[in-house]
């Protein structure tokens, strides 16, 4: 069964430019969430999507927004980037909402200058 | 406020040695603990994971311990392999009831194991 895919694994994008992430989940996974890994802060929890409906939502701002499609993909989006948006994306999917274990893509790693 | 807190950003030990990492958090509704490996230029992957009301799960040469009244876990690897080298993350279920949930993680820790 194929992993969680993200597009584009790299991203070069300039100050107030907006970007937008994408994710696969695992066939059948209904759940997918968002993580940002930066150096200082570890991972942190951005968002969770479940039949389309945003479930959960992190300490972010409103520039960043999410959403899911009727076939559990997800997009993730940034507008307005700022320098300290560059960081690691990552994707997790899991069967439904509140599973207790989430399989992560390999991320898409953002740099904005 | 960091409620999921790995406090040794690395840790190196010898090829064959116990690797221990540890972890430790504040929010008493935590109540199911994740390890996750992550290599560079990959996702975390799952590695373990217990439930508050266990106190020890062990696969292989994984074991991970909880002590709930120390607010505390810890990750034992034995034996330690290169392969095992690696950022480690423990994370936490703020499960708060119901199926919205978070995983909250810690900063991870850097662990090397020398030949």
């Known amino acids: 069964k194929a992993g969680v895919t993200q597009t584009p694994r790299y991203l070069i994008k300039t100050r107030g430019q907006q970007v937008t992430l994408s994710c696969s989940p695992i066939s059948g996974h209904r759940s997918v969430s968002w993580y940002q890994q930066t150096p200082g802060q570890g991972l942190q929890f951005l968002f969770e999507?479940?039949?389309?409906?945003?479930?959960n939502k992190g300490n972010f701002p409103g520039r960043f927004s999410g959403r899911q499609f009727s076939n559990s993909r997800s997009e993730m989006n940034v507008s307005t980037l700022e320098l300290g948006d560059s960081a690691l994306y990552l994707c997790?999917?899991?069967?439904?909402?509140?599973?207790?274990?989430?399989?992560f893509g390999p991320g898409t790693r953002l740099l904005v200058l | 406020d960091q409620q999921v807190k790995q406090n040794s950003p690395s840790l190196s030990v010898q090829e064959g040695r116990i690797s221990i990492l540890n972890c430790d958090y504040t929010n008493s509704m935590f109540d199911y603990f994740l390890w996750y490996k992550k290599y560079p230029a990959e996702g975390p992957t799952f590695l373990i994971s217990i439930s508050s009301i266990k106190d020890k799960n062990e696969d292989g040469r994984f074991t991970v311990f909880l002590n709930k009244s120390a607010k505390h876990l810890s990750l034992h690897i034995v034996p330690s392999q290169p392969g095992d080298s690696a950022v480690y993350f423990c994370a936490a279920k703020d499960g708060g009831g119901g199926s919205n949930y978070k995983l909250t993680f810690g900063k991870g820790t850097l662990l090397t194991v020398n030949p």
């Open positions: 999507y479940f039949s389309e409906t945003q479930r």
């Open positions: 997790a999917s899991s069967l439904g909402a509140g599973a207790m274990i989430v399989y």
